[in-house]
């Protein structure tokens, strides 16, 4: 019989972890902070002058038309909660998750830990191909 894999989440870490630090030296307890802090992507900062290009009413599509907490939440949840393809030969990190109602690609690209560049693919527009060099494309 085959033995089940263990599949580790930031939850199933932690959750353990916040008994431990009960009645320890603060010493480990900074020790566990920093692993909390490993298991969490960092607060989302956008680069200096992305906004006007991330937030715009573009011809083609793929851009959010305007800054709301609706497409700032779509944002945060694909770089957060999305699949990460991987890193260009630009260092840009390419993080991509399909809205399963609507079909549509949200999809964001960061770079020393800030957004660079983000939007919405409608479902004829979807990148599904990763290219090291261009990121994802048709």
């Known amino acids: 019989m085959a033995s089940k894999g263990v599949k580790a989440t930031a ?3 932690t959750k353990p972890l916040a008994k431990v630090t009960k009645g320890v030296r603060s010493s480990e307890s900074k020790l566990v902070e920093t692993l909390r802090s490993l298991t969490r992507k960092p607060k989302i ?3 200096k002058d992305q906004e006007a290009h ?3 009413n573009s011809k083609k599509g793929g851009h959010f038309t305007k800054k709301t907490p609706q497409a700032e939440k779509a944002i945060k949840d694909t770089y957060r909660k999305g699949v990460k393809h991987g890193t260009d030969t630009n260092g840009n ?3 991509t998750r399909t809205n ?3 079909g549509e690609q949200n999809w964001a ?3 020393n830990g800030k957004i660079e560049n983000a939007g919405v693919n409608k479902p004829e527009n979807i990148r599904p191909n990763w290219d090291p060099k261009r990121g994802l494309v048709k």
Do not use: H, L
């Open 11 to 13: 939850r199933s870490i």
């Open 45 to 47: 900062k956008y680069a």
């Open 54 to 56: 991330i937030f715009r």
């Open 93 to 95: 990190t390419w993080y």
């Open 100 to 102: 399963k109602q609507t």
């Open 109 to 111: 690209i960061t770079r």
